[in-house]
């Protein structure tokens, strides 16, 4: 059972509440994905009343049995005297919030009566971690811990707003949401958990800058099956060769006896480049292919586990994917460290060409800084290179943007080599190597991204202009008095290009005739000195227009300019309204 609610007249009449709502539900109605019942799903757009929020949903959760999905778009208030956050709908007023919004406690208790075994909810509004609790009023938070088999997934923090990027037809969260949906995951299994789901938005979304999504998950439901992965691919009917594959073939060319060791390695090397370029090719998304660059690591270069930090557009970095552990990539996927502290690490320790090793010795104070890290304390080396639990091996990644001129766009760290030691001069000049081709895979994915980001809001602002264009030719045509689009400058000043069927009324002539004529020529003679007085800055003149039986009709003018993409005006708009003779009015 899915009950998806928007309220979007509190956030100025904002369409992408709306489409956020419907498209969801749509997607979840796929044959490919859920394959939901109409019955099973039901959507509220702007509910009025806090009864027409809360009522569907208490209805909903009553008749789920096996799961029930909660999905609420809109704008989220907070309650001054509790802190506790309200759902808003039509008709909240944010100076009485207890009583024209609805307590998210009524949902949570509405979820708590279903009978459904798993409970999913998505709350996309500001503030929505306040749906797991006030910090402060520890018998709330232990009242929504109390609603066993519950996911709770929240768009922003508890003090943080959420947002609808301007030109984009969803908000922040749910876009980026309804993304992973559609495009899957490559290399994912075969269902996406929603631990998944999660890790893969707050990384996303944290790229781009946006606030980081949090989670509240109750009797291990993360781990469970939430949504089918679009991108799957079975074993057998893989589209590129996986890395455990490439493993397998390297590690059977590399026992040849035939060649010497430095041959082999570098035969290695290059399969291991190539088999790199071969992963990220078909990558649908810059996440996957920063997936691919970690798996690589481990997959060719002797690390049990690797981490990739990138560079996000405020300068931080974020650890956007991790290979080796699924313990530490839940621990730290997503988490960022400040830019100062990660120039600190890579000024520290000992300079490997572009390579950057902390010894242990010398990276104790690190683990009190605020980058986030795995590493653990361990026993003392009992050989020179042997590798400790706390070193600490960085590989940053570069881009070209001038002569001369390196820009970090992230860094590779990775841990736990199998050999038990520090890498040696081979082992420093792979990682080395592999990161500068990882670096141009990044680069050109991010490129790649930010066209397709570019070419959506085209897309986007094409369409609404086509609706503006739309609703003026609409609004223009049927206008009860009469409209007319004259030039401002030219040959004919005056010359009216356009004009509607009101003012053809008015003046008894047909369009193409009306459009033969300046206004000076159908303006009396004597009216001219006010008409130029209007054109001069004037917002309006009484003037008589000239009918087509030779008589005049006396009507008021309003002209506003219309800005060509120079911002210079060409051409004016022109309202036209019959008014009585005002020498008649004035005795």
């Known amino acids: 059972m899915l009950i998806g609610v928007g309220s979007y007249e509190t956030l100025d009449g904002l369409p992408a509440v709306m489409h956020s709502v419907e498209t969801l539900g749509g997607l979840f109605a796929q044959p490919n994905l859920w394959g939901l019942p109409d019955d ?15 009522k569907p949903v208490s209805e909903a959760a009553l008749e789920a049995k096996d799961a029930l999905v909660v999905y609420y778009a809109g704008h989220g208030l907070i309650e001054p005297r509790t802190g506790e956050l309200h759902l808003a709908v039509g008709d909240s007023d944010r100076t009485s919030v207890h009583d024209t919004a609805v307590p998210y406690e009524w949902i949570r ?17 500001c503030y929505s971690a306040r749906a797991f609790g006030v910090q402060s009023a520890q018998d709330s938070a232990s009242a929504v811990l109390e609603v066993e088999g519950t996911y709770l997934l929240a768009a922003s923090a508890e003090n943080a707003v959420a947002i609808a990027p301007p030109g984009e037809p969803y908000t922040a969260f749910t876009g980026e949401l309804i993304s992973l949906i559609s495009n899957g995951v490559l290399g994912g299994s075969e269902f996406l958990d929603l631990d998944t789901v999660y890790t ?37 009917a893989a589209s590129r060769p996986s890395w455990s594959a490439w493993t397998a073939r390297q590690s059977a060319s590399s026992t040849s006896e035939t060649e010497a060791e430095p041959y082999v390695r570098l035969a290695t090397l290059r399969s291991l480049l190539g088999q790199l370029i071969q992963q990220i090719t078909p990558a649908q998304s810059l996440a996957d292919t920063l997936q691919a660059v970690t798996d ?8 049990d586990l690797a981490a990739l930090n990138l560079v996000r557009p405020d300068g931080d970095l974020l ?25 600190r690490r890579l000024s520290m320790g000992e300079s490997w060409g572009d390579l950057c090793f902390i010894p242990y010795s010398e990276g104790w104070d690190l683990h009190t800084d605020d980058v986030p890290h795995w590493h ?25 943007s001038g002569i001369g001129q390196r820009d970090l766009i992230g ?25 500068a081709h990882a670096a141009v895979a990044i680069a050109n994915a991010q490129l790649k991204a930010s066209i397709t980001r570019g070419m959506s809001r085209l897309s986007s602002e094409r369409e609404a202009l086509r609706a503006s264009e739309a609703s003026f030719r609409e609004a223009f045509e049927y206008a009860p008095s009469g409209v007319a689009v004259a030039e401002l400058t030219g040959d004919q000043p005056g010359r009216i290009v356009r004009t509607n069927s009101a003012l053809c009324r008015l003046l008894g002539r047909s369009a193409e005739e009306v459009c033969s004529y300046t206004f000076s020529q159908l303006v009396h003679p004597d009216d001219w000195p006010r008409l130029l007085a209007t054109t001069a800055g004037e917002s309006s003149a009484e003037v008589r227009l000239a009918c087509w039986n030779s008589r005049y009709v006396w009507v008021s003018l309003r002209s506003t300019v219309i800005p060509n993409v120079a911002s210079e005006g060409d051409h004016f708009l022109v309202h036209v309204y019959g008014i009585e003779n005002p020498r008649r009015r004035a005795s």
């Not at 956007?320 to 830019?339: W, Y």
């Open 376 to 400: 653990t304390e361990g026993f003392e080396p009992r050989f020179s290179d042997e590798w400790h639990p706390a070193d600490r091996l960085f590989a940053p990644m570069y881009s070209v």
């Open 200 to 236: 893969k938005l707050r990384v996303n979304l944290s790229m781009k800058g946006r606030p980081e999504p949090h989670r509240l998950c109750r009797n291990s439901l993360g781990s469970a099956p939430f949504v089918r992965n679009v991108a799957y691919e079975p074993a057998q």
């Open 40 to 54: 099973n799903c039901r959507v509220v757009l702007n509910p009025r009343t806090p009864r027409q929020l809360s």
């Open 109 to 125: 208790f509405a979820i708590e009566q279903s009978p459904a075994a798993r409970k999913i909810v998505v709350v996309d509004c």
């Open 319 to 343: 650890v956007a994917a991790v290979t080796g552990d699924p313990g530490v990539e839940h621990q730290i996927t997503g988490r960022v460290g400040p830019r100062g502290s990660w120039e």
């Open 296 to 303: 690589g690591v481990v997959a060719g270069l002797g690390y």
């Open 411 to 435: 860094v590779l760290s990775v841990d736990r080599p199998r050999n038990g030691r520090r890498p040696g001069a081979w082992g420093r000049e792979a990682l080395q190597m592999y990161a």
